[in-house]
């Protein structure tokens, strides 16, 4: 791809707000006993999925595992990255030479707090998984190799490598060799800054090696407090999954916690180095717990923080490291996990901007902008498992509702499943085929066509359902008392837009959350509080039970009144009798959630919409 085409993109995404609407455009272990828990919004009970607990005997754990933290030591001046907005361009490329590793955008000033990576190694007899997270707006598949490539210099070799951005937006920028994602948020390529954070990865690892011994592992859920708000109008995934790692005696050794939420709470005109509010939370819980905290986002990309500046960064990490914090004392560990991966590769159409989507939908569709040899065709995914708990990249951004399908398909299988987003590579936007042909900035940066989301989508939940398979895995989660989990308002400029504030963003309910006391901890969820039942009311269920993924095929939905589902009758033979939610309305499993059917490429929306139109917002 020349170089004219790239200057010309920015011009494309140059849209008011470059992130999404409402923004401008390490520790060592410490000892057995943490320190108190900071207060939990949700009173801290969290909506946790335990393991069974170790029996008293001292266990013997297969599992070995090990994390560390690494500060990247990055050169001054280095470009901030993750918005294309004017406020982080130069006026005029720096055609003279005169900053070092700042070309298309604005040098840093300053660093605001620490850009960490962090990492754990896991390990068992018959597998090696090396996880870094890192404080990147992205990561590209060479950065994968580099890592491997180094930690095998240093006698250190792994079955898998899984590098996960965490999408601050006010990361470093220059390391990245692509000229298209150079010019629209990374800038140039900067051997020395490739360097810098390359070193400070491999300085994480090997303190993670260091630090490799016998483990426990346990996993769990929780629900985030409403923190979060959509760019879509659509209901929101607020659930947060914590894995947990500790010493047979019960020192912590690592955190894992995956959250969808954009790294745009500091806007575009910050030019100060940030890790945003996940490393805000992340730090929260390094204080509390003496270990390190990998944040890993999930189904991103529809998501934005519901509060922006830096009072909402310390308000909205609070509240979240408060959840996880709650969600982590809560969960119970084990001895003899297994830890199994497995692969896939998604092949994609050539990459494209379709400059409608960029514009306006007054141009026509065909007008494109062929980015064939600047873009990658395809892509590696890898799902893993590790004990009750499993998870699957995505190399990208992926909407909500795709996000959705992948967890529910592996929950089908293990208790705790989740999607760890911008991991091990970097496709842009993935978003279901009805989002991908509005206009806006998501829109235009989705590069692969409409059905690019459901392809990743696809693939996903198909590595998790063969992972589940060939471990001979069918868990269902034990029910779990209800529980409440109060809101909070979001202070200062976190506030969150008054009601009937055109700016205001759906994302779920905002008063109190009832969280679930059923299979898969989904089952007697409110479905408006849970963010699956739009303005119309169509009740889904996740996990009526495994006979409904085979018949699902075959029944015949009827839809009715105005767009609800009535099928008592086939809920009462399947589930033993109809939940009733408050509203009346009857939970059914949701198609779209079938891989079977999604291998079969089925609209659910066309198949299904009454004329007035179905809002599949669980789907």
């Known amino acids: ?125 018959s597998a090696r998984v090396l996880w870094v997270a890192v404080d990147l707006v992205a990561v590209d598949p060479k950065l994968v190799g580099d890592v491997r490539t180094g930690a095998a210099a240093a006698g250190r070799t792994y079955s898998d490598v899984i590098v996960s951005a965490s999408h601050t937006h006010s990361g470093p920028g220059a390391y990245v060799d692509s000229e ?15 360097r810098a954070v390359l070193d400070g990865i491999l300085t994480a690892v090997e303190r993670a090696e260091r630090d490799s011994a016998p483990a426990l592992v346990g996993a769990g859920t929780a629900m985030a407090p409403p923190v979060t708000e959509s760019r879509l109008d659509r209901p929101l995934d607020r659930e947060i999954a914590v894995l947990k790692l500790v010493r047979p005696g019960g020192r912590p050794v690592a955190l894992v916690w995956n959250f969808a939420i954009h790294g745009t709470t500091l806007p575009a005109g910050n030019l100060r180095l940030s890790a945003d509010v996940m490393g805000d939370a992340s730090r929260r819980l390094e204080e509390a717990l003496g270990a390190p905290a990998l944040f890993v986002n999930g189904a991103v990309g529809d998501v934005s923080p519901r509060g922006h500046g830096e009072a909402a960064i310390a308000d909205l990490g609070e509240q979240l490291a408060a959840t996880v914090h709650a969600a982590w004392a809560g969960i119970l560990v084990a001895d003899g996990a297994a830890l199994a991966t497995v692969h896939g590769r998604i092949d994609l159409p050539p990459p494209f901007v379709s400059v409608r989507n960029c514009l306006g939908h007054w141009l026509p569709g ?8 600047a873009l990658p065709r395809s892509a590696e995914v890898v799902a893993v498992a590790l004990g009750g708990s499993a998870w699957v990249t995505i190399p990208g951004e992926l909407e909500t509702r795709l996000g959705q399908v992948v967890k529910r398909a592996g929950r089908r299988h293990f208790p705790v499943a989740f999607v760890a987003g911008l991991s091990n590579g970097y496709l842009g936007y993935l978003l279901t085929p009805d989002a991908y042909r509005g206009t806006g900035y998501i829109e235009c940066a989705s590069l692969y066509g409409e059905r690019a989301g459901d392809e990743v989508a696809s693939v996903a939940a198909r590595l998790l359902e063969r992972l589940g398979t060939r ?5 269902r989660a034990p029910a779990l008392p209800t529980q409440r989990f ?21 994302s779920g309910s905002e008063g109190a959350v009832e969280a ?24 889904v269920d996740h996990a009526l039970g495994d006979s409904l993924v085979e018949l699902a095929n075959r029944l015949s939905y009827r839809i009715a009144n105005g767009g609800r589902l009535v099928a008592e009758r086939r809920a009462r033979q399947l ?43 669980g789907s």
């Open 366 to 373: 065909g007008l494109t902008i062929p980015l064939d040899s």
């Open 1 to 125: 791809m020349s170089r004219a085409v790239a200057a010309l993109l920015p011009l494309l995404l140059m849209l008011p707000s470059s992130a999404g609407a409402g923004e401008s455009a390490g520790a060592s272990p410490g000892p057995a006993q943490t320190k108190s828990p900071p207060h939990s919004p949700n009173g801290g009970r969290p909506s946790a999925v335990a393991h069974p607990r170790p029996s008293a005997r001292s266990p013997s754990p297969a599992l070995r595992a090990g994390a560390g933290t690494a500060e990247l030591p990055l050169p001054a001046g280095v470009p901030v990255a993750g918005y294309g907005s004017p406020a982080r361009r130069l006026f005029v490329p720096d055609l003279l030479g005169r900053y070092p590793h700042a070309f298309w955008l604005r040098p840093s000033t300053g660093t605001r707090d620490p850009i960490m990576a962090r990492a754990i190694v896991l390990e068992t007899r």
């Open 516 to 539: 679930p006391s059923g299979d898969l901890a989904e089952r007697c969820q409110a479905p408006r509080e849970r963010g699956l039942l739009p303005g119309g009311g169509v009740a």
């Open 180 to 194: 298209v994602f150079g010019a629209l948020a990374t800038d140039r390529f900067d051997a020395a800054v490739r």
């Open 575 to 617: 589930g033993g009798g109809p939940d009733r939610r408050p509203d009346g309305a009857v939970p059914l499993a949701p198609p779209l959630a079938l891989p079977r059917l999604l291998d079969r490429r089925l609209d659910i929306r066309q198949e299904l919409a009454p004329p007035g139109g179905l809002d599949w917002a």
């Open 471 to 475: 471990r001979g895995v069918g868990v």
């Open 486 to 506: 109060p809101s909070r308002a979001v202070r200062g400029a976190g506030a969150p837009h008054p009601a009937g504030d055109p700016k205001r963003k759906s």
